[in-house]
């Protein structure tokens, strides 16, 4: 009995034992989760500062980017002339302040998928800036076609964008919507960053290079 007795003694103290190990490992790593959890809040509104401010100039060189694909076929079609109205009316690209606006994502983001997104969208504006060039050097009978196609992929990398930034920032998708909302699944022969590299191959001049392109 008194065998029996010490047996349950050591048994009683080991789960005990256990517990409070037990608790303390689960009382630190909820201490970390809080403390990242603080940290990230803490820079949350700068963050959410600067996607926003992305998205704002994304907007205004997707203007630019139409304007100048109207002119392109202006000119293609032998108009050469524009009146002074038109010129002051024109809208001065705002790609300085798009490539100031990635530097600051690349600093603040918490999220790969917010700086490789972002990228990607400023890379997708330069190469409709070449097409248009393309167009005008050389205009084809598949302009259209890429024109469509450069559209969509910005689109689709805004989509994305959208995505990470609500990931990064916690706000998750709303109620019921499908899991990788705002993303429209679109069926392609190949992946996303594959079809954008056929098409800028097919859109680039050769022996061309710019800060865009090297990204």
């Known amino acids: 009995m008194a065998a029996s ?4 003694a050591f048994v009683a103290g080991g789960f005990t034992t256990l517990g409070v190990v037990v608790k303390t490992g689960y009382d630190t790593i909820a201490a970390r989760r809080q403390s990242k959890k603080e940290r990230l809040e803490r820079f949350a509104p700068e963050r959410r500062a600067a996607y926003d401010n992305f998205l704002e100039v994304v907007k205004r ?4 980017t139409r304007a100048l694909r109207a002119l392109t076929k202006r000119a293609i079609a032998g108009e050469t002339e524009m ?3 038109e010129q002051a009316a024109f809208p001065a690209s705002p790609m300085p302040e798009l490539m100031e606006a990635l530097d600051r994502i690349r600093r603040l983001a918490h999220v790969y998928a917010v700086v490789t997104s ?3 969208i400023v890379r997708l504006f330069g190469d409709m800036a070449g097409a248009s060039r393309a167009a005008l ?3 084809g009978s598949n302009d259209e076609i890429t024109w469509f196609l450069l559209q969509r992929f910005v689109e689709d990398r805004i989509d994305e964008f959208v995505h990470a930034y609500r990931e990064d920032l916690g706000i998750g998708r709303p ?4 899991k990788r909302w705002p993303i429209v699944e679109r069926e392609r022969p190949w992946p996303i960053d594959e079809s954008e590299a056929i098409l800028r191959a097919h859109i680039r001049p050769k022996k061309t290079s710019s800060k865009v392109e090297d990204l």
């Open 118 to 120: 972002a990228e990607a």
């Open 61 to 64: 060189e997707q203007n630019y």
């Open 137 to 139: 050097e050389r205009p």
């Open 5 to 8: 007795e010490l047996v349950l």
């Open 175 to 178: 109620s019921g919507a499908p």
């Open 83 to 85: 009146s002074d109205e």
